[in-house]
């Protein structure tokens, strides 16, 4: 406000402004401040959920594997029972015909 001089009617409004401008200014740079704290701690709760994420992903998959395993258990014990019992019928049968034929 140089070019006004000492009798400026606008002189102490403009002043009054620019304490205002200041005042939300520093107000501006402290919420900022803040955001931004916010932010980062944001990003590393995101990266340790992200950590865990990935160990749940891990332990599902060998779970998953482990499942499998378990459930073709049953299947291979039933196909080699019915195996050992086909392979006891064709014993007996084979039997049956070599006694019938006098060798047995």
């Known amino acids: 406000m140089a070019d006004c001089g000492q009798n400026c009617p ?3 409004r403009v002043e009054s402004l620019e304490g205002q401008l200041a005042e939300y200014q520093a ?30 992903m891990d332990k599902l998959d060998n779970l998953t594997s482990k499942v499998c395993n378990l459930e ?3 299947a291979k014990r039933w196909e080699a029972l ?3 019992v086909v392979k006891l019928v064709v014993a007996a049968v084979v ?8 060798l047995g």
């Open 27 to 56: 107000q501006n740079s402290a919420r900022h401040t803040e955001i931004f704290g916010r932010l980062n701690a944001l990003e590393k709760s995101e990266a340790v959920q992200e950590v865990h994420y990935n160990a749940i």
């Open 82 to 84: 019915v195996r050992d």
């Open 95 to 102: 039997g049956f015909f070599l006694a019938r034929a006098g």
């Open 10 to 12: 606008i002189a102490g």
């Open 72 to 74: 073709q258990k049953p």
